[in-house]
């Protein structure tokens, strides 16, 4: 693909208590492009995306978001990247005390000096992109978990950050509300030019949202493969990968 | 016999002329009729004493979980006593099931899974666990002064309205029960103190006794246990639960310390609060002795009068200035030990417990360290 990366991940190993996770992880993500990242139960998903947004430390290895090092930043630096995207978690981590609109706004107000009304307008602004509007003066355990989940985006997009992280959006979903959300991915995507990183196992999904994904394997400990979903499927010279995309049980057991 | 009457299942043994044991069973065998068949056939097979062994399973209508384990477990028991067992005309889709149990991996329980360590390995590891527990708690007290600095000199940055609830929610909602307890403390106290003093007709010291104890310790001491009760705890839940729902990890990559955003409120509110409520307690602790006194006869003036002489203003002074190092005990230990909790539900009840147990041992040593140097400046 032509062009400067955004998300730059080089020679990156992640260890537990001196369990080796991940080794010799190195990929590149690319502006405007929805990126997943891919792969069975504790392969390493969650972790790799943990430390790239830098609340862990790898035992190895460089990771660059938009040309800043988050591994070795300082404090203020760090502050600076962290302006760079948004995170979704997997169960939302909406503040429970506060409204959808509190919520969003949090990071305006803890990060800009605009006016309050400004704040508002934008925080609502937020809410009506992600299909929230109305929903403002609700408490997060009022609404139903794809709501939550919405409203998670809307606060991760607060700030307007180039990159977005999301962990496991489909997860505890119904299939149609699930997909509810993979069109809002999709949509903000295009619209907004948004960069996506998104860590997943919903076959569906990855087939609706993805451009690019890597898959992570438990015992490579590493990337599988890399490319377009389809083209895994059809062509992958790995008979594992196009097992995994075509959901049959592995043959080995 | 008495057979249960909701399930219908018959079971007979016989032995035959060739002296082998035969069972029939008829119905149903589940899970409410199997235990008893169970029984029964294990006492047949102890009394007849036959190394061969059928079941006549033709009867069988239906056949559960336990039936099955009912059959694998007599073919077990005449494995291990070199018999043979013969079932007869058990159903195909009970014999599928029979044969799956049968075969393939063993039915015998694993040995827990044990990491064997040596003595020393275990000291070593408990000796990390203790300073790294250490290095923890410096590194959050650190943190914790760095952002009470912050707020110091930023005020605008501190979420004051965060504060004010919690410092609702600690102080006010707090004041009846430190009321009742301060007043009660205060009762007894003199009350128990009356009788021996009342030997020596020396009654009127409950007075001084009241005061002195009141002022300088319980009034202190007994509202920071009952904040570490009531608002430590509350404080390990609250935050623990939000390190478990990732909340934390969210306000991490937001850029929001959650020391400067969670604790420092909560630090500041007990700050304030736990003396005020401090100075309540006494003055009901305080309250409760009089009303002692006052059924032995004394007028109220005399008690007053008596407890002037007694009290100098350090003792009120001292509990005071003590009840704020406790208040700051109590919201830090409780956010410390929600912010440190693990995964799973059961990790907030351990921050919860953890909480409660540590801010009160810390309260009475560092009321202890307090009389130390309250005796070398008053002596």
């Known amino acids: ?253 | 016999m008495v057979s249960a009457p909701q399930t219908s299942l018959q079971f007979r043994s016989e032995i035959t002329r060739d002296g082998r044991l035969e069972f029939k069973v008829i119905g149903r065998l589940d899970s409410t009729s199997t235990g008893k068949v169970w029984r029964q056939a294990m006492e047949a097979i102890g009394r007849a004493k036959a190394s061969q062994l059928i079941i006549d399973a033709s009867g069988i209508e239906y056949c559960d979980g336990s039936g099955i384990a009912w059959l694998v477990h007599l073919r077990r028991h005449q494995a291990a006593r070199d018999g043979q067992l013969e079932i007869r005309g058990l159903h195909a889709e009970f014999q599928e099931l029979f044969n799956d149990a049968v075969t393939g991996d063993s039915l015998s329980p694993t040995a827990p899974v044990e990491e064997r360590r040596s003595f020393t390995e275990q000291i070593g590891k408990a000796v990390c666990e203790i300073f790294h527990d250490l290095g923890a708690v410096i590194s959050f007290v650190g943190e914790l002064f760095v952002a009470m600095v912050y707020a110091a000199r930023q005020p605008r940055r501190v979420r004051w309205r965060d504060t004010l609830k919690i410092a609702e929610a600690l102080g006010v909602d707090a004041l009846p029960i430190v009321l009742l307890i301060g007043f009660l403390m205060g009762l007894i106290m003199a009350f128990q103190a009356a009788v021996p003093l009342g030997q020596f007709g020396a009654q009127i010291f409950v007075a001084n006794l009241i005061g002195l104890a009141v002022l300088r310790e319980l009034g202190p001491l007994m509202t920071a246990i009952v904040l570490a009760g009531r608002s430590g705890s509350a404080f390990a839940a609250e935050l623990g639960t939000m390190k478990v729902r990732e909340e934390i990890d969210a306000l991490k990559t937001m850029g929001l310390e959650p020391v400067r955003f969670l604790v420092v409120p909560r630090v500041i509110a007990a700050l304030v609060m736990t003396p005020l409520l401090t100075v309540f307690a006494d003055l009901v602790g305080l309250m409760g002795g009089s009303v002692v006194l006052l059924s032995l006869g004394f007028p109220l003036i005399t008690f007053f009068h008596q407890l002037q002489s007694a009290v100098s203003y350090g003792s009120p002074v001292g509990g005071l200035v003590k009840s704020f190092f406790f208040g700051i005990i109590v919201a830090a230990v409780g956010c410390m030990r929600g912010l440190q909790t693990k995964s799973g539900a059961s990790a907030v009840g351990e921050s919860t417990t953890s909480a409660v147990v540590s801010s009160i041992i810390l309260i009475v040593v560092t009321d202890g360290i307090f009389s130390v140097i309250y005796y070398y400046l008053w002596v």
């Not at chain 1, 599988?224 to 080995?252: C, I, M, Y």
């Open chain 1, 1 to 253: 693909m032509a062009g400067e990366s955004i998300i730059h991940v080089e020679d990156f190993t992640a260890a537990y208590d001196g369990t080796v996770i991940l080794s010799q992880v190195n990929f590149d993500v690319y502006p405007g492009e929805v990126f997943v990242i891919l792969g069975g139960s504790g392969c390493g998903k969650s972790t790799l995306l943990k430390h790239m947004i830098g609340l862990y430390k790898p035992a190895r290895g460089k990771i660059l978001i938009d040309g800043a090092d988050v591994v070795a930043a300082d404090r203020q630096e760090r502050m600076d990247i962290l302006r760079k995207f948004g995170v979704m978690y997997q169960s939302g981590a909406l503040f429970g005390s506060m409204t959808l609109l509190d919520n969003v706004r949090l990071p305006l107000e803890e990060f800009t000096d605009l006016p309050p009304e400004a704040i508002r307008l934008i925080a609502l602004m937020k809410l009506k992109q992600v299909g929230l509007a109305g929903f403002d003066n609700h408490l997060p355990s009022a609404l139903s978990g794809g709501m939550q989940k919405r409203a998670a985006i809307a606060r991760a997009m607060a700030l307007d950050p180039r990159v977005l992280f999301l962990d496991e959006p489909s997860a505890g979903l119904d299939p149609i509300t699930s997909a509810e959300l993979d069109e809002l991915i999709v949509s903000l995507a295009r619209n907004l030019k948004m960069t996506f990183v998104i860590v997943s196992h919903e076959l569906a999904s990855i087939f609706a949202i993805a451009d690019r994904v890597i898959m992570l394997d438990k015992k490579v400990k590493g990337i599988v493969a890399t490319g377009k979903p389809r083209e895994l499927r059809e062509h992958s010279d790995n008979p594992w990968v196009r097992q995994f995309f075509l959901r049959q049980a592995s043959l080995d057991g």
